[in-house]
């Protein structure tokens, strides 16, 4: 179907055709608090939001870009310049590979980039999406009185100044390592606090 002749309602019977006829995996979200209300009221009339059973009933097949992107987002410059790939800071304490980028691997990201460029050709409101997003960060870092850690086009790490959006490149020691994944005493407290087993690789995988 192409993109114009798609209205607002089509979403909700793309979904009931498409999706449900492919897995079980998804179904409809209903908010259960505040803050999953607010996320859903700020969704724009052209998004249905869905959910899955969890990573446990994982289909790799049926996942959503998303999930196959996770934990990375495109990363707009204020001149609207997709420069690289930034991560979901919201997750650095629960997600492993955000304490890993140097273990994401050239193929990954130059695919990452393919897809959003192609998104955004398609689809334009996806772009302007991004761009906010990407301001936001640079609020939040801001704040924070940290730099934005990206994976560039090629792979390579850059920080972001996010005061000024200055991009520099990285260094290894600037790698991020947060909380519980800074160190491997801190992981295995923290996966024996949440009734989990501790892999016999440890913390840092080979």
């Not at 897995?23 to 899955?52: G, M, N, Q």
């Not at 800074?182 to 009734?195: L, N, P």
Request: glycine share 6%; aromatic share 14%.
């Amino acid at each position: 179907m192409p993109k114009a002749s798609i209205k607002s309602a089509d979403f909700a019977s793309l979904y009931e055709t498409f999706t449900r006829s492919r897995t079980d995996l998804w179904s409809k979200f209903t908010p259960y608090d505040y803050a999953t209300r607010e996320i859903v009221a700020d969704l724009t009339p052209d998004c249905t939001a869905i959910h899955c059973k969890g990573a446990r009933h994982c289909e790799r097949d049926n996942r959503t870009i998303a999930c196959r992107g996770f934990p990375f987002y495109p990363y707009l410059t204020r001149q609207r310049e997709f420069v690289g790939i930034g991560t979901y800071w919201v997750f650095e304490d629960r997600c492993w590979m955000m304490s890993n980028l140097e273990r994401v691997d050239r193929p990954f990201v130059e695919q990452f980039i393919a897809t959003y460029e192609a998104l955004f050709i398609k689809d334009p409101s996806e772009f302007n999406t991004y761009v906010e997003f990407s301001a936001s960060a640079r609020r939040v870092h801001s704040r924070w009185k940290r730099e934005i850690p990206l994976l560039g086009r090629q792979g390579e790490l850059l920080m972001v100044e996010p005061s000024s959006g200055a991009i520099r490149a990285g260094r290894r020691k600037d790698f991020p390592k947060a909380n519980p994944f800074d160190s491997e005493k801190a992981y295995r407290e923290a996966v024996t606090e949440a009734g989990g087993e501790v892999p016999k690789e440890g913390l840092r995988a080979a």
